[in-house]
């Protein structure tokens, strides 16, 4: 065989290095990479600790005596090691390259990699199920919500773990509010599998639903209260802080409307005299059968007496 440098080199499959620097959180998406490259190249052996390391020189024999020459296999099976090592050393990230520094085979990287991850994988698998479990929508929209649960399933299976579409969504239902008690028993209920994708659709159209539901409601609302909103003044003039207590007169006359006035500080304006601060019952100007009132918009064509008339029947 021909161990020569320029032979070996020549005889090495052309790896092509890997994007994806591995760190904690992408084990399982750098493990894969890694294992369908070197399965295509046929170097498994190397990595899984099988094809074992020949011895480094062989017994030969010269005639009476024998002497060690070294062992060409030797040569190749450590070069080919050496150059799986440097393929995978670079795709490591530099905050996991202090693990493997010491580490002088492929097989030596790929075990403590594997003891490494294994005990972080089972503590991080019952975490991200906990989170699945008591996920709520809130005040999240579906997509956002559907993203997050997704994200949750991503982690999973860069763990080694796979969730399926239909456990997926059914921790999706279990997270949904009150609002989507029908939707989720519509398609809790189906005897058909539930896509996530259908599922989805089914969710956003509700949502959209809901939403166009509140926004008439709100423009309902609003135009009602705008149409029943309490004014400042009530017919007549009179406002309630006018009155001590808060108490409205009664009136016996038309609809149980009075007539009184009130200036904007609070005091009535005589009806019969025009004057603030008194009523037409308290005006002196009542036994004045002369006097025929102040003319204006408001007294104009009205007696004393239709006014004081007027004063004693909402009293």
């Given at each position: 065989?021909?161990?020569?440098?320029?032979?070996?080199?020549?005889?090495?499959?052309?790896?092509?290095?890997?994007?994806?620097?591995?760190?904690?959180?992408?084990?399982?998406?750098?493990?894969?990479?890694?294992?369908?490259t070197v399965r295509a190249h046929g170097f498994e052996g190397f990595l899984f600790g099988t094809e074992l390391l020949p011895p480094k020189f062989v017994a030969s024999a010269v005639g009476s005596s024998s002497t060690s020459l070294p062992n060409s296999d030797?040569?190749?099976?450590?070069?080919?090691?050496?150059?799986?090592?440097?393929?995978?050393?670079?795709?490591?990230?530099?905050?996991?390259?202090?693990?493997?520094?010491?580490?002088?085979?492929?097989?030596?990287?790929?075990?403590?990699?594997?003891?490494?991850?294994?005990?972080?994988?089972?503590?991080?698998?019952?975490?991200?199920?906990?989170?699945?479990?008591?996920?709520?929508?809130?005040?999240?929209?579906?997509?956002?919500?559907?993203?997050?649960?997704?994200?949750?399933?991503?982690?999973?299976?860069?763990?080694?773990?796979?969730?399926?579409?239909?456990?997926?969504?059914?921790?999706?239902?279990?997270?949904?509010?009150?609002?989507?008690?029908?939707?989720?028993?519509?398609?809790?209920?189906?005897?058909?599998?539930?896509?996530?994708?259908?599922?989805?659709?089914?969710l956003q159209t509700h949502e959209m639903r809901l939403r166009n539901s509140l926004a008439s409601t709100t423009a309902l609302t609003t135009s009602v209260s705008s149409n029943v909103a309490p004014s400042a003044h009530f017919v007549g003039g009179f406002n309630?802080?006018?009155?001590?207590?808060?108490?409205?007169?009664?009136?016996?006359?038309?609809?149980?409307?009075?007539?009184?006035?009130?200036?904007?500080?609070?005091?009535?304006?005589?009806?019969?005299?025009?004057?603030?601060?008194?009523?037409?019952?308290?005006?002196?100007?009542?036994?004045?059968?002369?006097?025929?009132?102040?003319?204006?918009?408001?007294?104009?064509?009205?007696?004393?007496?239709?006014?004081?008339?007027?004063?004693?029947?909402?009293?």
């Amino acid at each position: 065989m021909d161990t020569s440098p320029i032979s070996i080199v020549d005889s090495m499959p052309h790896f092509t290095l890997i994007i994806l620097r591995l760190d904690r959180t992408n084990y399982h998406f750098w493990k894969a990479h890694v294992l369908s490259t070197v399965r295509a190249h046929g170097f498994e052996g190397f990595l899984f600790g099988t094809e074992l390391l020949p011895p480094k020189f062989v017994a030969s024999a010269v005639g009476s005596s024998s002497t060690s020459l070294p062992n060409s296999d030797y040569t190749v099976w450590m070069r080919r090691d050496q150059f799986l090592l440097r393929w995978m050393l670079y795709s490591i990230g530099e905050s996991m390259l202090g693990h493997v520094s010491r580490c002088s085979t492929s097989h030596e990287v790929w075990i403590i990699f594997e003891k490494l991850f294994q005990s972080q994988s089972k503590a991080r698998s019952m975490q991200i199920q906990f989170m699945l479990q008591i996920a709520k929508k809130g005040d999240l929209t579906i997509d956002e919500f559907l993203l997050k649960m997704k994200s949750y399933a991503d982690d999973l299976n860069s763990i080694g773990q796979t969730i399926t579409d239909e456990e997926l969504v059914l921790y999706v239902l279990d997270g949904l509010e009150s609002d989507y008690k029908s939707v989720v028993v519509n398609l809790t209920t189906r005897s058909d599998l539930v896509t996530l994708q259908e599922a989805q659709f089914v969710l956003q159209t509700h949502e959209m639903r809901l939403r166009n539901s509140l926004a008439s409601t709100t423009a309902l609302t609003t135009s009602v209260s705008s149409n029943v909103a309490p004014s400042a003044h009530f017919v007549g003039g009179f406002n309630q802080s006018n009155f001590r207590g808060g108490r409205f007169p009664r009136g016996r006359g038309r609809g149980g409307h009075c007539n009184f006035r009130y200036n904007n500080n609070g005091k009535p304006t005589c009806q019969l005299c025009g004057k603030i601060g008194h009523m037409a019952l308290k005006c002196y100007k009542r036994f004045d059968m002369s006097f025929t009132g102040p003319i204006n918009s408001h007294s104009s064509g009205s007696t004393p007496q239709s006014m004081i008339s007027a004063a004693e029947n909402v009293l």
